[in-house]
């Protein structure tokens, strides 16, 4: 009987030193306990001490070719999406000395129409899926919403992680997903956007970069631009360190992608600035990193052609 007692101690002992899931051994790996105060100090130094260095015309030539060129409007219509490309096309020959943009970023409906009449080599086609922007939606719908984005010509896909299963703790069911649907992309990127206005803290905004990273994401995104706030200077800081920590630890480069409340230049001579600051020259090139937007092409064009120019 003693022994029996014994044995129970044992077990009873093992129950207390619970195991970690291999997710919380993977966030183990990289430093989450991080304190929001210090972001703020740290992204208030950098915008007083670096930015006015970057604020030049190189920089704001190659933010042009960095530009996703963005349409996600509720009143999108083959007509409008098919003008919106034509406009990319006609900027080639009008501005033959400028770097085109990065990307056009649209509707899954409107991936064909978006293949179809591009006609500048190098310009990616980037879908929203997986049930943008709220990322509420059964799995199966996430992955036929997707294939089918990437049937009709999509050549990048833009997911937004599943937050609620995130702010419940189930990151199992975050990494599921975000797994599932890099399998379906397979060699096409795939960006993942954290929402980070929802996740409120640098450390949730920390873990969540990690996980969509360890998950299979090629990007990380801060936010869909369809809810309040969107990109912040702090958000963007924690991913990138989170980015720079992923690389050390794996050897693998993820690219970063601001989005949403890219309002004027300086805005995005803040996140050029970040990203340089951070993770340094191998980040800046308009492979690994993006900007969300459409207003900000008009604002760069405008200050590029010295005159106020409207093109897009």
């Not at 030049?56 to 042009?64: A, C, G, N, P, S």
């Not at 409008?80 to 509707?107: G, Q, R, W």
Request: proline residues 3%.
């Amino acid at each position: 009987m003693a022994e029996n007692h014994q044995h129970h101690e044992h077990e009873h002992h093992h129950e207390h030193a619970p195991r970690l899931s291999k997710y919380e051994e993977a966030l183990s790996k990289y430093k989450t306990d991080i304190n929001d105060a210090e972001v703020n100090n740290a992204v208030k130094k950098i915008i007083a001490e670096q930015v006015h260095e970057n604020d030049t015309m190189e920089v704001k030539r190659f933010l042009m070719g960095s530009i996703e060129l963005t349409t996600l409007k509720t009143t999108d219509s083959e007509e409008s999406v098919m003008a919106f490309t034509e406009k990319v096309n006609h900027f080639d020959e009008v501005y033959a000395d400028l770097p085109h943009v990065a990307t056009i970023c649209v509707y899954p409906c409107f991936a064909k129409i978006v293949s179809e009449t591009l006609e500048i080599d190098g310009v990616e086609i980037a879908c929203v899926s997986g049930s943008f922007p709220s990322s509420q939606a059964l799995i199966e719908v996430k992955v036929a919403e997707t294939a089918l984005a990437i049937k009709d010509g999509a050549t990048e896909i833009d997911i937004v992680m599943p937050v609620g299963k995130f702010l419940s703790g189930d990151y199992e069911g975050v990494c599921d997903d975000i797994n599932e649907l890099k399998q379906t992309c397979g060699d096409k990127a795939m960006k993942v956007i954290l929402e980070t206005g929802c996740l409120k803290t640098a450390e949730n905004i920390k873990k969540a970069s990690i996980l969509s990273m360890y998950a299979g994401a090629d990007y990380i995104k801060t936010s869909t631009g369809k809810l309040e706030p969107a990109a912040t200077p702090e958000a963007a800081y924690v991913m990138c360190q989170a980015i720079k920590e992923y690389y050390e630890e794996t050897g693998i480069q993820i690219g970063f992608k601001p989005a949403g409340g890219i309002n004027s230049v300086m805005d995005a001579l803040i996140y050029y600035t970040i990203v340089k600051e951070v993770l340094g020259e191998k980040w800046l090139t308009n492979k690994w990193f993006r900007l969300g937007t459409s207003r900000l092409a008009n604002m760069l064009l405008s200050e590029l052609t010295g005159k106020e120019t409207k093109f897009f």
